[in-house]
Every structure is written in C-alpha cells, then in structure tokens.
C-alpha cells in the first residue's frame, strides 16, 4: 500500500503508466440524468418552491413530481407531475415554481424527464406568519471551490441541519462564464442544495467584462438561479425581497443601478409589517481595508438603512471578517444596523484594523447562523472547523436601535504578522504577473 500511494503522489500507477489528469470540463460536463439540481423561491416560502436543474442537449421534456411527505414511500404514487421551462444554453437548464403548497409542511419532490430522475429531495415550506427561523450566511465561495470550500459549505449544514435557506453574500464563483466553476459550486453543496433553499446575490465575479470591456450579469445567474423578479426593473432575480416568518429579506445588487435600488428600497421599507430586516449585497459600505471603501455606496445607501432601522447587512468582497456594533463607527450609524463583511471560501486578503470593528478575522473562513425568534435574533460566525468565533444578541427595542450583547469570547488568535503580509502581497503579484502574460499570449 506504502509504495502504491507514493508511487500514485509522483504521478505514476503501479503499472508504470503515467496517471491521466482528467479535465475539469470533462468531470462537470452535463449528461441526460439531472445536476446542478437547486432549490430557490421565486415567491412566498410559505407556499412556493423553485426547482432549477441540469441536463445535456438531448433532453426536452423535463418535469418533477411532488407530494407531500410521508413517513414511508408511499407518498410515491400520490405525486403530482409539474411541467418545467427548458433555458436551451450550451446545456440545458430546466426550472418550475410549485405552487399552492401548504405552509410549515414537509413535501418530497423528483425532477427529470420521464425516464432519468433525480433521488427524492425532502423540503419544508416556511410557516405563514412570524415563526422562529434559522438560516446561514456565507460571503465569497469564489476559489478552489470544490477543493477548499466544501468542508466549510458541509460544516455550516452540520451545525444547522434545520436552517431555512443559506444567503450567499456574491463570488460565488471566480469567473462566472466559467461553466466547470458552477460545476464545482454546485458539487461542493451537493444534495444540501437540493433541501435548503439557496439565496444568492451578484458579486463582481458575477459581472465578467465582455469582449466590449462592459461589465455585465453571467447569464449563468438566471439560468441557474430561480428568483424573484420584484426589485427594479431590469435587474430581476439580483434585486428582490421576500417576506420570511417575520423577517423581510432584501437581496440588492451592488453592482449596477445602486441609486435606483436605493430609492426602490426607501419605498419597499416604508411598507413593512416584519418586525426584522435584513439586507445582503457584495460589497460592503464598511470595508475591512482603507483601499476597499465604497464611500460613494455608503452615501447612496446608509441614510435609507438608517432611517429604516435595518437590522442587519451582510456583505462579502472583502476577503476577510468583520463586524460592527450597532451604533459605534463612521457618522451616520445611527440606525442600529449591524454590519458583517465575511468570507467563506480559502482566498484571503489583508485586514487593516478600523475603529467601527468589533471583532475581525484574516485568514479564517467562515460561516455564520442566524437564529430570529420573537424580539431576539442570535448570530454566530464559525470558522470551517466549526469553532465559534463571534457571537452577538440583537434585542428589539421599541422606537429604538436594538440592543446588542456580547458573550465573552477568547481574543482572536490569527492575524498576520508583517512577514506574512509581505509574502501574501508578493504571490498577488506573481499571480497577477502569471495573468497578464497569459493575457498578452493569447
Ligand atoms: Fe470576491
């Protein structure tokens, strides 16, 4: 065995053959059995759910079947059959919303065409009104996706089996025109996706430059992702909301149209009967490095999130953690939003310290659960070990910012020393270097 495994690390078989390297293009390539299968919501959680999944060209019919749970197989013959749309890209990606489902109930759905299906993917619509709910944050996925960020996607779903649905703060992949990316994306989450709702927002990673140098949405995005068409116009499915058990959820896309979005979001808060708010976008308007700032962003947007008392922003870009307090930092907090930067995937930048961080992190991915229940909301940041990191009570008040506490946490024990930093910033430039010679190559 020894020499066999030292043998296939060199590169070679015990025969003798040179071990074949297969293709990243080859390993995620569609065939006629359903991939990339992903829950969403298109509308209300409490009686819909969104189905999107993958098939090769071959396939034209596509449907899926869905009944209400039962605790034996039974629940097989008394199915519906529900027609899906077919996205005819280089693949084929085919979605359906199902609707009229009973609110807080377990159903069991298959997709497929007929004659190749997925296994039967067991979901809970959300309860009607205000109800306890759980959910996970994670900011970018974006590299060494498959190789890096799997353990921490699959640890976030250990330590919260239960949570509702996982935001992905934008980054979710490097290059987002890059068909085996998603693959990988999608192979790291696996059958998780297939039972917990995803919420995904654009980052830049989302937005390649065309051959016209403009930047514009993958159309990975709509293919893949089934979503809202509520936020302005234009920007369907990267700008939406949606009202779950109590808690409004705001998806903005930072990266286009930001003033129309902000205006959009003034009047979508004005009417709100959810005693919690919570928004996510890609980059922050408190960045963790002084050259990151989004002052024009933070200008545009903060007044809105302050004069409707947001609860809570979460955010990615940055490469790194942070998180505010409820009201310390930059003139203009005053609404008692609490703002997060985090980082879920392995690539990691410089933190530079600033005074609105209560706590930080280099070189630490992370996932984070939020619990909403009643006037409280319990958020945990935890590293892809599953050790908590941060933590914080958020306590409504009324007429007032929430009340933030604090457990007691053991001081951070990882930023880099100066050394590090210097070899960090040399391999960026490397790489970069390695990039543009690529680029000119070509
Ligand atoms: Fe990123």
């Not at 159903?107 to 007929?114: A, F, L, Q």
């Not at 930067?341 to 209560?358: C, D, I, R, T």
Request: proline share 5%; with cysteine.
């Amino acid at each position: 065995m020894g020499a066999a495994a030292v043998c296939l690390l060199a590169g070679y078989a015990v025969t003798g053959q040179k071990s074949r390297m297969v293709t990243e293009a080859d390993i995620h390539r569609a065939t006629p059995i359903p991939d990339r299968i992903i829950l969403t919501w298109a509308g209300d959680p409490a009686t819909t759910a969104a189905v999107t999944w993958r098939t090769d060209t071959t396939v034209d019919t596509a449907v899926a079947q869905i009944a209400v749970a039962e605790d034996g197989p039974g629940f097989v013959k008394k199915s519906k059959t529900v027609n899906a749309v077919t996205d005819k890209a280089t693949d084929h990606y085919h979605s359906l919303t199902f609707t009229g489902l009973q609110p807080d109930t377990q159903y069991v759905y298959r997709v497929g065409d007929g004659a190749n299906w997925s296994d039967w993917n067991q979901f809970q619509t959300a309860a009607a009104g205000p109800a306890p709910l759980e959910f996970i944050y994670v900011g970018d996925a974006q590299n060494d996706i498959y190789s890096l960020w799997s353990r921490l996607i699959r640890n976030g779903f250990t330590e919260a089996p239960k949570a509702r649905f996982i935001l992905h703060a934008g980054d979710l992949a490097n290059r987002g025109v890059v068909d085996y990316e998603w693959g990988e994306w999608h192979a790291a989450a696996g059958w998780i996706n297939r039972s917990i709702f995803a919420v995904p927002t654009p980052g830049n990673h989302e937005y390649p430059a065309g051959e016209d140098k403009t930047r514009k949405l993958t159309p990975y995005w709509r293919r893949q992702f089934t979503l809202p068409g509520n936020g302005v116009s234009g920007l369907e499915e990267t700008n939406y909301w949606f009202d779950i058990q109590g808690v409004r959820i705001v998806s903005m896309n930072s990266n286009e149209r930001q003033k129309e979005q902000g205006e959009w979001l003034d009047k979508l808060l004005t009417n709100n009967p959810n005693q919690w708010t919570i928004l996510t976008f890609h980059h922050p308007i408190l960045s963790t490095a002084t050259g990151r700032d989004n002052k024009a962003l933070r200008e545009m947007w903060q007044p809105v999130f302050d004069k409707h008392r947001v609860d809570m922003v979460l955010t990615g870009h940055d490469h790194t953690y942070g998180r505010s307090n409820v009201a310390s930092g930059t003139s203009g907090m005053k609404g008692g939003t609490v703002y997060v930067v985090s980082v879920s995937g392995p690539k990691m930048y410089n933190l530079e310290w600033a005074p609105w961080m209560q706590r930080a992190a280099e070189d630490t991915q992370l996932y984070q659960v939020i619990r909403v229940d009643g006037k409280q909301l319990r958020y945990e940041a935890r590293t892809a070990r599953g050790m908590l990191y941060d933590a914080f009570t958020l306590t409504k008040s009324k007429g007032r910012p929430n009340k933030l506490t604090n457990p007691r946490l053991p001081h951070r024990e990882h930023f880099r020393s100066a050394e590090e930093k210097a070899a960090l910033a040399r391999e960026a430039a490397e790489r970069k270097a390695a990039e543009e010679k690529k680029k000119t190559a070509k």
